[in-house]
């Protein structure tokens, strides 16, 4: 996906395309994709539109079944990745670790 161009696009010269750590990066940012570390900001764009009163528009049609189960699974286990590396953080820097 996009993580990939967006990497390149922000951190590398155009001669890192064409070499072996590339494809590395972008298997990598495949894995990091499919395994849905970065889902929280679904449940970040949900809770804005209910914010604003606004329903979320999309060309896709609803996640209805296994769809919506692995959607939201992901999102919940995307939110404990980022509460758990939270209070780690926050720890560490309240006993002066870091």
Known sequence: G???AQVNASH???DYINTHFMTFTLYATLFIEATGFMHVCYLIR???HFAAGKSFESQEPPKTGLTFFFHWGRVLFSMAV???CLAVTIEAIL???T
């Open 12 to 14: 590398c010269m155009l």
């Open 82 to 84: 980022l509460c758990f």
């Open 46 to 48: 949900d809770m804005v």
């Open 95 to 97: 006993n002066g670790q």
């Open 2 to 4: 996009q993580l990939t």
